[in-house]
Protein backbone atom coordinates (compact mmCIF):
# COMPACT_ATOMS: atom_id res chain seq x y z
CA UNK A 1 0.00 0.00 0.00
CA UNK A 2 0.88 3.84 -0.46
CA UNK A 3 2.84 4.73 2.95
CA UNK A 4 1.08 6.16 5.63
CA UNK A 5 4.31 8.08 6.55
CA UNK A 6 4.22 11.54 7.52
CA UNK A 7 5.76 14.20 5.94
CA UNK A 8 8.23 15.60 8.45
CA UNK A 9 10.85 17.73 6.81
CA UNK A 10 9.47 20.28 4.26
CA UNK A 11 11.38 22.06 1.86
CA UNK A 12 11.66 25.72 1.73
CA UNK A 13 9.93 27.49 -0.72
CA UNK A 14 8.46 30.96 -1.38
CA UNK A 15 8.47 31.41 -5.09
CA UNK A 16 4.72 31.10 -5.00
CA UNK A 17 2.55 33.23 -3.03
CA UNK A 18 -0.97 32.76 -1.70
CA UNK A 19 -3.03 36.03 -0.73
CA UNK A 20 -3.55 35.94 2.81
CA UNK A 21 -6.65 36.55 4.66
CA UNK A 22 -7.47 40.24 5.36
CA UNK A 23 -9.94 42.69 6.84
CA UNK A 24 -13.27 42.90 5.35
CA UNK A 25 -12.54 39.32 3.53
CA UNK A 26 -14.58 37.50 6.40
CA UNK A 27 -16.44 35.66 3.39
CA UNK A 28 -16.99 31.76 3.42
CA UNK A 29 -17.91 31.83 -0.31
CA UNK A 30 -15.60 29.96 -2.64
CA UNK A 31 -12.66 32.14 -4.46
CA UNK A 32 -10.07 31.36 -7.15
CA UNK A 33 -6.62 30.54 -5.71
CA UNK A 34 -3.61 30.62 -8.11
CA UNK A 35 -1.87 28.62 -5.58
CA UNK A 36 -4.42 26.33 -4.96
CA UNK A 37 -4.53 25.86 -9.03
CA UNK A 38 -1.39 25.04 -9.19
CA UNK A 39 -1.52 21.42 -6.92
CA UNK A 40 -3.49 20.48 -9.81
CA UNK A 41 -0.99 21.80 -13.16
CA UNK A 42 2.36 21.02 -11.26
CA UNK A 43 1.24 19.00 -8.29
CA UNK A 44 -0.58 16.48 -10.72
CA UNK A 45 -3.89 16.44 -8.38
CA UNK A 46 -7.24 16.19 -10.05
CA UNK A 47 -8.58 18.81 -7.64
CA UNK A 48 -7.62 20.68 -4.50
CA UNK A 49 -9.28 22.47 -1.77
CA UNK A 50 -8.72 24.37 1.56
CA UNK A 51 -10.22 25.87 3.84
CA UNK A 52 -8.66 28.66 6.19
CA UNK A 53 -10.14 30.24 9.34
CA UNK A 54 -8.68 33.34 11.64
CA UNK A 55 -9.38 36.38 13.95
CA UNK A 56 -10.68 37.57 9.65
CA UNK A 57 -13.13 34.96 9.15
CA UNK A 58 -13.28 32.09 6.82
CA UNK A 59 -11.92 31.35 3.63
CA UNK A 60 -12.57 28.79 1.45
CA UNK A 61 -11.15 28.22 -2.05
CA UNK A 62 -10.98 25.00 -4.59
CA UNK A 63 -9.56 24.10 -8.22
CA UNK A 64 -10.63 21.68 -10.43
CA UNK A 65 -13.67 19.45 -10.49
CA UNK A 66 -15.74 17.53 -8.38
CA UNK A 67 -14.73 19.37 -5.16
CA UNK A 68 -16.48 20.95 -2.15
CA UNK A 69 -16.58 22.29 1.12
CA UNK A 70 -19.10 19.86 2.40
CA UNK A 71 -17.17 16.19 0.50
CA UNK A 72 -16.53 13.50 3.39
CA UNK A 73 -12.68 12.36 2.56
CA UNK A 74 -10.29 9.93 4.01
CA UNK A 75 -7.86 11.79 6.34
CA UNK A 76 -5.28 8.58 7.13
CA UNK A 77 -2.70 10.02 9.53
CA UNK A 78 -4.57 12.79 11.09
CA UNK A 79 -6.36 9.63 13.05
CA UNK A 80 -2.91 9.56 14.89
CA UNK A 81 -4.04 12.97 16.98
CA UNK A 82 -7.48 11.59 17.15
CA UNK A 83 -6.05 8.27 19.35
CA UNK A 84 -3.10 10.64 20.75
CA UNK A 85 -5.95 12.53 22.45
CA UNK A 86 -7.57 9.45 23.90
CA UNK A 87 -4.77 8.52 25.35
CA UNK A 88 -3.55 11.91 26.62
CA UNK A 89 -7.11 11.86 28.23
CA UNK A 90 -6.80 8.97 29.77
CA UNK A 91 -3.50 9.83 31.25
CA UNK A 92 -5.62 13.32 32.88
CA UNK A 93 -8.15 10.86 34.05
CA UNK A 94 -4.87 8.73 35.87
CA UNK A 95 -6.59 5.42 34.12
CA UNK A 96 -2.88 4.79 32.81
CA UNK A 97 0.56 6.49 32.49
CA UNK A 98 2.57 7.37 29.58
CA UNK A 99 5.32 6.10 32.04
CA UNK A 100 3.58 2.56 31.83
CA UNK A 101 5.22 -0.01 29.27
CA UNK A 102 2.91 -1.57 26.48
CA UNK A 103 3.63 -5.14 28.46
CA UNK A 104 1.23 -3.64 31.48
CA UNK A 105 -1.91 -3.51 28.93
CA UNK A 106 -0.98 -6.58 26.46
CA UNK A 107 0.85 -8.88 27.89
CA UNK A 108 3.25 -10.82 25.38
CA UNK A 109 2.35 -8.94 22.14
CA UNK A 110 5.52 -7.36 21.18
CA UNK A 111 8.07 -9.77 21.07
CA UNK A 112 10.40 -9.06 17.47
CA UNK A 113 13.63 -8.27 16.29
CA UNK A 114 14.95 -6.05 18.36
CA UNK A 115 11.68 -5.53 19.92
CA UNK A 116 10.51 -5.96 23.36
CA UNK A 117 7.06 -4.84 25.38
CA UNK A 118 8.64 -4.74 28.88
CA UNK A 119 10.54 -1.26 27.71
CA UNK A 120 8.60 0.10 25.09
CA UNK A 121 6.28 2.97 26.69
CA UNK A 122 2.96 4.60 25.93
CA UNK A 123 5.01 7.57 24.95
CA UNK A 124 7.35 5.86 22.95
CA UNK A 125 4.73 5.24 20.36
CA UNK A 126 3.03 8.07 20.64
CA UNK A 127 6.48 10.18 19.72
CA UNK A 128 7.38 7.25 17.23
CA UNK A 129 10.64 6.14 19.27
CA UNK A 130 9.25 2.74 20.12
CA UNK A 131 11.64 1.47 17.62
CA UNK A 132 8.93 -0.77 15.88
CA UNK A 133 8.58 -0.92 12.15
CA UNK A 134 6.14 0.89 10.41
CA UNK A 135 3.65 -2.51 9.01
CA UNK A 136 2.78 -0.13 5.72
CA UNK A 137 6.07 -0.97 4.41
CA UNK A 138 5.94 -5.23 4.29
CA UNK A 139 5.27 -5.30 0.23
CA UNK A 140 1.88 -7.33 0.81
CA UNK A 141 0.38 -4.68 3.67
CA UNK A 142 -2.40 -3.67 1.23
CA UNK A 143 -5.20 -5.92 2.29
CA UNK A 144 -7.46 -5.05 5.44
CA UNK A 145 -5.85 -6.19 8.60
CA UNK A 146 -6.36 -6.74 11.92
CA UNK A 147 -4.89 -4.96 14.78
CA UNK A 148 -2.99 -7.92 15.60
CA UNK A 149 -2.03 -8.98 12.13
CA UNK A 150 -0.46 -5.46 11.25
CA UNK A 151 1.80 -5.70 14.59
CA UNK A 152 2.62 -9.31 13.17
CA UNK A 153 3.50 -7.64 9.59
CA UNK A 154 5.98 -5.18 11.81
CA UNK A 155 7.56 -7.55 14.22
CA UNK A 156 8.80 -9.59 10.80
CA UNK A 157 10.76 -6.54 9.73
CA UNK A 158 13.99 -5.17 12.19
CA UNK A 159 13.72 -2.89 14.45
CA UNK A 160 14.49 0.48 13.83
CA UNK A 161 16.31 1.80 17.38
CA UNK A 162 14.44 2.26 20.41
CA UNK A 163 14.63 6.13 21.36
CA UNK A 164 15.41 7.76 17.66
CA UNK A 165 12.32 8.85 15.99
CA UNK A 166 11.08 6.50 13.04
CA UNK A 167 7.66 7.77 11.88
CA UNK A 168 6.01 3.84 12.54
CA UNK A 169 1.82 3.54 12.29
CA UNK A 170 2.69 0.84 14.35
CA UNK A 171 2.76 2.22 17.02
CA UNK A 172 -1.00 3.82 16.76
CA UNK A 173 -2.59 0.71 15.86
CA UNK A 174 -1.05 -0.63 19.45
CA UNK A 175 -2.25 2.28 20.96
CA UNK A 176 -5.42 1.72 19.82
CA UNK A 177 -5.85 -1.63 21.16
CA UNK A 178 -4.35 -0.09 24.49
CA UNK A 179 -7.29 2.22 24.33
CA UNK A 180 -9.91 -1.11 23.94
CA UNK A 181 -7.90 -2.64 27.17
CA UNK A 182 -8.33 0.05 28.99
CA UNK A 183 -11.87 1.09 28.40
CA UNK A 184 -13.31 -1.76 27.79
CA UNK A 185 -14.78 0.01 23.77
CA UNK A 186 -13.04 0.31 20.71
CA UNK A 187 -11.24 3.62 20.20
CA UNK A 188 -13.76 4.44 18.03
CA UNK A 189 -16.85 4.39 20.35
CA UNK A 190 -13.78 6.33 22.52
CA UNK A 191 -13.76 8.79 20.11
CA UNK A 192 -17.01 9.72 18.76
CA UNK A 193 -17.78 10.13 22.87
CA UNK A 194 -14.70 11.90 23.72
CA UNK A 195 -14.10 14.20 20.14
CA UNK A 196 -16.63 14.01 17.75
CA UNK A 197 -19.65 14.18 19.70
CA UNK A 198 -18.58 17.13 22.02
CA UNK A 199 -17.16 18.95 19.43
CA UNK A 200 -20.20 18.35 16.85
CA UNK A 201 -17.79 17.31 14.54
CA UNK A 202 -21.04 16.04 12.40
CA UNK A 203 -18.83 14.65 8.92
CA UNK A 204 -16.49 12.52 11.13
CA UNK A 205 -16.91 9.33 11.38
CA UNK A 206 -14.31 6.16 12.02
CA UNK A 207 -15.73 3.69 9.35
CA UNK A 208 -14.70 0.14 10.14
CA UNK A 209 -14.81 -1.67 7.64
CA UNK A 210 -17.51 0.01 5.47
CA UNK A 211 -15.66 0.71 2.27
CA UNK A 212 -18.13 3.92 0.59
CA UNK A 213 -17.76 7.16 1.73
CA UNK A 214 -21.13 9.42 3.52
CA UNK A 215 -22.44 11.67 1.04
CA UNK A 216 -21.42 13.74 0.11
CA UNK A 217 -18.67 13.27 -1.67
CA UNK A 218 -16.60 13.27 -4.81
CA UNK A 219 -14.39 10.51 -6.56
CA UNK A 220 -10.84 9.60 -5.20
CA UNK A 221 -8.01 8.95 -7.37
CA UNK A 222 -4.74 6.77 -7.47
CA UNK A 223 -1.53 7.72 -8.61
CA UNK A 224 -2.20 5.96 -11.89
CA UNK A 225 -5.49 7.74 -12.02
CA UNK A 226 -7.39 4.51 -10.93
CA UNK A 227 -10.80 4.90 -9.19
CA UNK A 228 -9.81 4.12 -5.31
CA UNK A 229 -13.33 5.99 -4.27
CA UNK A 230 -14.67 2.83 -2.61
CA UNK A 231 -11.68 1.36 0.50
CA UNK A 232 -11.59 -0.94 2.91
CA UNK A 233 -10.39 1.58 6.27
CA UNK A 234 -9.15 -1.66 7.82
CA UNK A 235 -5.86 -1.28 5.67
CA UNK A 236 -5.33 1.85 8.09
CA UNK A 237 -7.07 1.23 11.53
CA UNK A 238 -5.91 3.51 14.30
CA UNK A 239 -3.15 4.39 12.37
CA UNK A 240 -5.57 6.20 9.22
CA UNK A 241 -9.23 5.50 9.33
CA UNK A 242 -10.75 8.51 10.37
CA UNK A 243 -13.33 10.21 7.40
CA UNK A 244 -14.32 13.82 8.14
CA UNK A 245 -14.85 17.21 6.09
CA UNK A 246 -12.56 20.55 6.07
CA UNK A 247 -14.75 21.88 8.62
CA UNK A 248 -14.36 19.29 10.86
CA UNK A 249 -10.40 18.83 10.57
CA UNK A 250 -10.45 22.91 11.11
CA UNK A 251 -12.28 22.54 13.94
CA UNK A 252 -11.01 19.41 15.49
CA UNK A 253 -7.14 21.54 15.27
CA UNK A 254 -8.95 25.18 16.98
CA UNK A 255 -10.25 23.22 20.05
CA UNK A 256 -7.37 21.46 20.40
CA UNK A 257 -4.78 23.93 20.65
CA UNK A 258 -7.63 25.85 22.07
CA UNK A 259 -7.39 23.80 25.46
CA UNK A 260 -11.12 22.10 24.94
CA UNK A 261 -10.07 18.86 24.76
CA UNK A 262 -7.08 18.35 27.11
CA UNK A 263 -5.57 20.40 30.72
CA UNK A 264 -3.57 22.61 29.99
CA UNK A 265 -0.27 20.36 31.23
CA UNK A 266 -1.31 17.39 28.87
CA UNK A 267 -1.71 19.72 26.20
CA UNK A 268 2.08 21.19 26.80
CA UNK A 269 3.10 17.70 27.34
CA UNK A 270 1.45 17.17 23.24
CA UNK A 271 3.68 19.46 22.20
CA UNK A 272 6.85 18.94 23.81
CA UNK A 273 8.92 17.20 20.58
CA UNK A 274 12.56 16.22 23.01
CA UNK A 275 11.97 13.31 22.96
CA UNK A 276 11.62 12.71 18.99
CA UNK A 277 14.44 15.43 18.81
CA UNK A 278 12.26 18.02 17.78
CA UNK A 279 10.36 16.11 14.72
CA UNK A 280 7.23 15.31 16.39
CA UNK A 281 5.08 15.89 19.40
CA UNK A 282 2.59 13.20 20.79
CA UNK A 283 0.60 12.62 17.83
CA UNK A 284 1.24 16.04 16.56
CA UNK A 285 3.98 17.20 14.48
CA UNK A 286 5.93 21.06 14.40
CA UNK A 287 6.70 23.00 10.92
CA UNK A 288 9.11 25.70 11.12
CA UNK A 289 8.05 28.33 8.35
CA UNK A 290 10.80 30.01 6.47
CA UNK A 291 9.77 33.29 8.39
CA UNK A 292 10.47 31.60 12.10
CA UNK A 293 6.92 30.93 12.36
CA UNK A 294 6.44 27.44 13.39
CA UNK A 295 2.67 25.63 12.95
CA UNK A 296 0.92 22.61 14.86
CA UNK A 297 -0.88 19.88 12.90
CA UNK A 298 -0.17 16.60 10.86
CA UNK A 299 -1.02 15.22 7.27
CA UNK A 300 -2.32 12.11 6.16
CA UNK A 301 -2.15 9.91 3.26
CA UNK A 302 -3.91 6.82 2.11
CA UNK A 303 -5.12 5.84 -1.33
CA UNK A 304 -7.09 8.34 -3.24
CA UNK A 305 -6.42 11.20 -0.68
CA UNK A 306 -3.75 14.27 0.88
CA UNK A 307 -4.80 16.07 3.84
CA UNK A 308 -2.61 18.86 5.84
CA UNK A 309 -4.01 20.98 8.65
CA UNK A 310 -2.00 23.75 10.22
CA UNK A 311 -2.43 25.83 12.79
CA UNK A 312 -1.24 28.34 14.93
CA UNK A 313 -0.03 27.36 18.34
CA UNK A 314 -3.55 28.77 20.13
CA UNK A 315 -5.10 27.37 17.33
CA UNK A 316 -6.82 30.88 16.34
CA UNK A 317 -5.52 30.93 12.82
CA UNK A 318 -6.51 27.03 11.10
CA UNK A 319 -5.82 25.92 7.74
CA UNK A 320 -6.79 22.67 5.88
CA UNK A 321 -6.04 21.22 2.61
CA UNK A 322 -6.77 18.32 0.58
CA UNK A 323 -5.78 17.25 -2.67
CA UNK A 324 -8.33 14.19 -4.20
CA UNK A 325 -5.10 11.96 -4.79
CA UNK A 326 -2.63 10.02 -3.19
CA UNK A 327 0.02 12.67 -3.21
CA UNK A 328 1.45 16.26 -5.06
CA UNK A 329 3.80 15.62 -7.67
CA UNK A 330 5.66 18.95 -6.66
CA UNK A 331 7.07 18.93 -2.97
CA UNK A 332 7.21 22.68 -3.08
CA UNK A 333 3.40 23.55 -3.27
CA UNK A 334 2.90 22.43 0.37
CA UNK A 335 5.47 24.66 1.82
CA UNK A 336 4.24 27.82 -0.05
CA UNK A 337 0.93 27.54 0.87
CA UNK A 338 1.65 26.82 4.46
CA UNK A 339 3.74 29.85 4.54
CA UNK A 340 1.75 31.91 2.49
CA UNK A 341 -0.80 31.71 5.02
CA UNK A 342 1.12 32.05 8.13
CA UNK A 343 3.82 33.87 7.37
CA UNK A 344 3.96 37.74 8.04
CA UNK A 345 3.73 39.51 4.52
CA UNK A 346 7.16 40.60 3.55
CA UNK A 347 8.93 38.49 5.27
Known amino acids: ?27 SAEVTDPLLSQFLTKGGAPAAALLERDGNGVRYAA ?47 LRGQGVDGRRITLRALLSHTSGLADFSEATHASLPLTPLQAVRLALALPSTGAGRFSYSSTGYVVLGMVVRRVTGHSYAAEARRRIIAPLRLTGTSFPGARTALPAPHGRAYAADGSDVTELDPRVAGAAGEVVTTLDDLDRFWAALLGGELLPAHRLREMLDTRAAQGAYGLGILPVKLPCGTTVWGHNGRIPGSYVRSAASEDGRHVLTFRVNTTSVADPALEPALLAAAFCPRGR
Open 63 to 109: AGPGIRRADHFRAGSITKTFIAVLVLQLAAEHRLSLSDPVEHYLPGL
Open 1 to 27: MPSLRTLVAIPVSLALLLAPVTAGSAS
